[in-house]
């Protein structure tokens, strides 16, 4: 059964941070890519990060480079998002994504997709 489940939003101030965690099945976890998008109200959905299953290669929106890390911690089927110095631009519902053909920041690559996790920054 493919499934993904995101936990960890919330609200935090500018310059805070967060970790968000994607609980995946087996299923999911082992497609080609991973990943994590944001939408923002208003604003089309967004590539933030992703992770190649077998190689480990990451990548990053030049908006979150530097303050972001991707990561996959295979003992429990679970896809991490850390995020530090956060900005108020930030503030997003953030998805948890999975899939296995097509380019990391295009949603159209992921089939698999979790409900989202909101997260909001205040400045």
């Known amino acids: 059964q493919a499934q993904l489940v995101e936990s960890g939003g919330g609200s935090v101030q500018a310059g805070g941070s967060l970790r968000l965690s994607c609980a995946a099945s087996g299923y999911t976890y082992s497609r080609r890519i991973m990943g994590w998008f944001r939408q923002a109200p208003g604003k089309a959905r967004e590539g933030v990060a992703g992770i190649f299953t077998g190689s480990g290669n990451t990548h990053y929106a030049d908006s979150v480079k530097g303050r972001f890390i991707i990561s996959r911690d295979n003992a429990n089927n679970t896809l991490n998002l850390e995020m530090t110095s956060l900005k108020p631009e930030d503030t997003a519902m953030y998805y948890c994504?999975?899939?296995?053909?097509?380019?990391?920041?295009?949603?159209?690559?992921?089939?698999?997709w979790g409900q989202g996790t909101q997260v909001t920054v205040s400045s």
């Open positions: 994504a999975a899939g296995d053909y097509g380019f990391w920041d295009s949603a159209q690559t992921y089939t698999y």
